[in-house]
């Protein structure tokens, strides 16, 4: 069974950093993409970043140069290390996976991160 | 950059009813990647159909999926009370990936 687990959201000040990790389980993390997606409180989806298989990545131009996404094929994890964290970047950061034509078929729980001063 | 704008933004229906959604793109979709998730509160969205008509693994067969080019639907033929969600389009044909803002299917 797939499983996406989220972790290290947290208070963070503007102009902050913080590292966000997804640890997968059930599927081999290699060869499937993987997404960073987020949800503002009370607002949509945005999807935010994506490392493909092959290992390239790519993002919302909101996040380019500030966040960058990597993944640990060792320990199947899914890395997003935030930088320069502003007010409107606090959401909901769910990771997700898929295989590419097949959307994203497995989503985590989801990690609060909320920027604020 | 593809624009996705869903409508209509709310849907009041009561259950057994037909649900009817649409998603409209700003440019052609390419291949049909569009897919449709549900998303209920306090919860992670869930993939219901993609490449514009294939259901997910589980999704039952009252969700239906179709359309090609700018224009797309996501039909729930029978409401069922479980069904009442928002829910969002997104278009992965190519970067940056969107979301439509979403539509809301409220009980009647």
């Known amino acids: 069974e797939v499983h996406l687990v989220e972790s290290g959201g947290g208070l963070i000040q503007p102009g902050g950093s913080q590292r966000l990790s997804c640890v997968a389980s059930g599927f081999i993390v290699s060869g499937n993409y993987l997404t960073w997606v987020r949800q503002a409180p009370g607002k949509g989806l945005e999807w935010v970043s994506i490392?493909?298989?092959?290992?390239?990545?790519s993002y919302v131009d909101s996040v380019k140069g500030r966040f960058t996404i990597s993944r640990d094929d060792s320990t199947s994890t899914l890395f997003l290390q935030m930088h320069s964290l502003r007010v409107e970047d606090t959401a909901i950061y769910y990771c997700?996976?898929?295989?590419?034509?097949?959307?994203?078929?497995?989503w985590g729980q989801g990690t609060l991160v909320a920027v604020s001063s | 950059e593809i624009v996705l704008t869903q409508s209509p933004g709310t849907l009041s229906l009561s259950p057994g009813e037909k649900a009817t959604l649409s998603c409209r793109a700003s440019?052609?979709?390419?291949?049909?990647?569009l897919a449709w998730y549900q998303q209920k509160p306090g919860q992670a969205p869930r993939l219901l159909i993609y490449g514009a008509s294939s259901r997910a693994t589980g999704i039952p067969d009252r969700f239906s999926g179709s359309g090609s080019g700018t224009d797309f639907s996501l039909i729930i033929s029978r409401l069922e009370p479980e069904d009442f969600a928002v829910y969002y389009c997104q278009h992965y044909s190519g970067s940056p990936w969107t979301f439509g803002q979403g539509t809301k299917v409220e009980i009647k």
């Open positions: 997700a996976k898929g295989k590419v034509g097949a959307a994203l078929d497995s």
């Open positions: 490392i493909y298989s092959g290992g390239q990545t």
């Open positions: 440019q052609s979709v390419y291949n049909r990647f």
